[in-house]
């Protein structure tokens, strides 16, 4: 199993709206992560989790908040978001150890805030 | 931070011929430069990756070269088939032995194959 699966596929929400992304892997990978992807860009690295701790948090605003509860789950918060924020999100997860080695995406959440 | 730059932006070529996509890295302590593919409305895909310690690989149709001291590197796609049109990310990130840094992307390049 090399997949990594994200829901919900397609989120509209208000901008005072609570709402959560997901994403899953089973590939024992213990580094995930969380990019942005705005339309003819390429994914920005927001955060980073290494063995269910946040490693890497790339100055993201605090209305996105990374949870990640186990091994095999991350999550993204969202709280009262602007529309600059609509973009595609990704989640990816890698193996963690003495090498950097590929980096399997999810198919992302294509995210709307209006 | 890292700064990754790509060229071009956008690649046309014919069917059968090749293409190649440029990118410079800015970080001497990158040392991993994975390329991705993107299909419209899909999830990246690693098609190749190099370390610093190694100058060449090829895989089939594709080879990616690294030049470490010009801090660039190449993506050569041979024979170009109409399901290579995609868009391309060049990436590069810091192998520290020991911690997912994540990764630092181009902008990318469109490549359009003619028929």
């Known amino acids: 199993d090399t997949e990594v699966t994200q829901t919900p596929k397609h989120l509209v929400m208000g901008m005072t709206n609570k709402k959560s992304l997901k994403c899953e892997q089973h590939?024992?990978?213990?580094?995930m992560y969380w990019y942005k992807q705005k339309a003819k860009k390429p994914p920005e690295l927001m955060f980073v989790?290494?063995?269910?701790?946040?490693?890497i948090n790339e100055s993201v605003p605090s209305r996105f908040s990374p949870e990640c509860p186990n091994s095999s789950l991350l999550n993204l918060h969202l709280h009262a978001l602007q529309p600059e924020d609509s973009a595609l999100y990704l989640c990816?997860?890698?193996?963690?150890?003495?090498?950097?080695?590929?980096?399997?995406f999810g198919q992302g959440t294509r995210l709307t805030v209006v | 931070g890292e700064n990754v730059e790509q060229h071009p932006s956008t690649l046309s070529v014919q069917e059968g011929d090749s293409a190649v996509i440029k990118c410079t890295y800015s970080?001497?302590?990158?040392?991993?430069f994975p390329w991705y593919k993107q299909e419209l409305g899909k999830r990246p895909q690693l098609i190749i990756d190099?370390?610093?310690?190694?100058g060449e690989k090829k895989d089939q149709r594709i080879a990616v070269t690294l030049n470490k001291t010009a801090k660039h590197f190449s993506l050569h796609i041979t024979e170009t088939q109409p399901e290579d049109s995609a868009v391309y990310f060049c990436?590069?990130?810091?192998?520290?032995?020991?911690?997912?840094?994540?990764?630092?992307f181009g902008k990318g390049t469109h490549l359009i194959i003619q028929p």
């Open positions: 970080d001497s302590a990158s040392n991993y």
């Open positions: 990436a590069a990130s810091i192998d520290s032995g020991g911690g997912a840094d994540g990764l630092t």
């Open positions: 989790y290494s063995y269910e701790k946040l490693s």
């Open positions: 990816a997860s890698s193996q963690e150890g003495a090498r950097v080695t590929e980096a399997f």
């Open positions: 190099i370390r610093s310690n190694v």
């Open positions: 590939m024992g990978h213990r580094a």
